[in-house]
Each structure stands twice: as structure tokens, then as C-alpha cells.
């Protein structure tokens, strides 16, 4: 879609507007989220944080979710976000498929220096919905138990209306 189209798809009465899908850095949204601010909306960008946003980003996008990617992703991270820029409006989500990668988690949030209460934790949204909702009471309870300070949010949706299956 171009610039003009998604803009039309906006409703200014939603001021909060995320960008998110694959990985947003990737393309230029420079323009796109100009326009946005230009019409008075809240930016966030979701990213994995292996791009580091230009300047005029940094400037422009009010919050940041970064979500660094862990072993059980299989693939080489290394985060090249300029977080003491953003210190203040920037959030880490974690997506957590068992405890051992909370263990994992420990590691790098001390490694980076991030302040627990800025790291977010998720269950494994690709599990069905029995499993899904059985890793969620096992995070939630083992951040009790470890008295982590770091937040649990689970996917709302699945909470509301399951994973479901599309039919056609």
C-alpha cells in the first residue's frame, strides 16, 4: 500500500497507531509516520531491533516495542537499537515458549542493562489454545514465585476469542 492508502484507512479518532508486520524498519517509513504525526496521532513502531532507526525516527516515533529474538527463534540476534536514546518510551516483548527461556531472558536484560520493569513478557501465540493458555498460568505463576519484576501480558484475543481456525 502506498502512504495515501493507509492514511485513508486511518481513523483520527485513534490517536495511538502501531506499526508493526515483518519488520516496519525495513521499509521507509519516514513519510508515513509524518503524515501520522501531521494529524495528531501517538506513534509506535514494533521492531525485533536489529535496525537502527535513523535520526529522524528517533525524533518523530513517541514509543518503541522492541522484541529481541531468543535461542527458540533459531536465528542469529544481535541488537542494534540505540537504546539509551530512547530510554523512556521503549519497551522489550519477549516471546517465551518455556521457563528455560525466562532463564535466557535474565541473561540478556542484565547483559543490556534494561530496566525490568521495560521488558514484557508473552506467551508462544502460535500454540493451540489449550497450550497457549497452559504456558500463560506457567509464566505467571513462575514470575510469582521468582518475584521477577518484569510484566506478563498475554495476547487479549486469544484470551477473548481463541486461536481459531479460518475457515473458508
Same mark, same amino acid.
Given at each position: ?55 529522524? #525516527?528517533?525524533? $518523530? ?7 529481541? =529474538? +531468543?535461542?527458540?527463534?533459531? &536465528?542469529?540476534?544481535?541488537? @542494534? ?53 497452559? #504456558?500463560?498460568? $506457567? ?7 521468582? =518475584? +521477577?519484576?518484569?510484566?506478563? &501480558?498475554?495476547?487479549?484475543? @486469544? ?10
Amino acid at each position: 500500500m502506498s502512504v495515501d492508502q493507509i492514511i485513508e484507512q486511518v481513523d483520527d479518532s485513534i490517536k495511538l497507531v502501531t506499526i508493526t508486520g515483518g519488520e516496519p524498519l525495513l521499509q521507509e517509513i519516514l513519510s508515513l509516520v509524518t503524515r501520522l504525526k501531521q494529524r495528531g496521532h501517538i506513534i509506535c513502531v514494533e521492531t525485533n531491533g536489529t535496525i537502527a532507526p535513523n535520526e529522524s #525516527l528517533l525524533r $518523530l516515533v513517541d514509543y518503541w516495542s522492541v522484541s529481541p =529474538k +531468543l535461542s527458540n527463534a533459531l &536465528v542469529k540476534y544481535e541488537l @542494534r537499537f540505540p537504546v539509551e536514546r530512547v530510554r523512556n518510551n521503549i519497551w522489550y516483548k519477549f516471546v517465551v515458549c518455556n521457563l528455560a527461556d525466562i532463564e535466557e531472558i535474565k541473561k540478556f536484560v542484565s547483559a543490556c542493562r534494561i530496566p525490568p520493569d521495560k521488558v514484557i513478557l508473552q506467551p508462544n501465540g502460535l500454540l493451540p489454545d489449550e497450550k497457549y493458555f497452559d #504456558l500463560a498460568k $506457567l509464566i505467571f505463576e513462575y514470575l510469582i514465585a521468582q =518475584k +521477577l519484576p518484569f510484566r506478563f &501480558v498475554p495476547q487479549l484475543h @486469544r484470551i477473548i476469542w481463541g486461536r481459531g481456525v479460518r475457515k473458508k
